[in-house]
Nanobody
Framework: QVQLVESGGGLVHTGGSLRLSCVTSGRTFYSYALGWFRQAPGKDRAFVAAINYGGDSTYYADSVKGRFAISRDNAKNTVYLQMNSLKPEDTAVYYC??????????????????WGQGTQVTVSS
């Protein structure tokens, strides 16, 4: 079992930045990918970004390319999501997830194998 705990959400104005963090614990394996998903009110959960264990492979949703950056620090068992140029449409609950496949698997299937409880991000106009 893998536990994931997100932090860093909050309220920010349009154009602002936030950095989300997700600390993993429990049964960890070197080969899993970590990623972020989000769910806005009344909408389905959507993939945002993912990264492999080595940090040399990433995958992003088109809607966040060029604005968001995912990274991970394996020594700290932590994955980050740097969010810049935020827009009101980025408002959602953001979830961290672990996946036994590749970052592309996470994005294409919109699936994770383990999930955090989420952190709210609100972007005001």
């Amino acid at each position: 079992q893998v536990q994931l705990v997100e932090s860093g959400g909050g309220l920010v104005h349009t154009g602002g930045s936030l950095r989300l963090s997700c600390v993993t614990s429990g049964r960890t394996f070197y080969s899993y990918a970590l990623g972020w998903f989000r769910q806005a009110p009344g909408k389905d959960r959507a993939f945002v970004a993912a990264i492999n264990y080595g940090g040399d492979s990433t995958y992003y949703a088109d809607s966040v390319k060029g604005r968001f950056a995912i990274s991970r620090d394996n020594a700290k068992n932590t994955v980050y999501l740097q969010m810049n140029s935020l827009k009101p449409e980025d408002t959602a609950v953001y979830y961290c997830a672990a996946h036994w496949g590749t970052p592309q698997n996470m994005g294409v299937t919109n699936q994770g194998h383990y999930w955090g409880q989420g952190t709210q991000v609100t972007v005001s106009s």
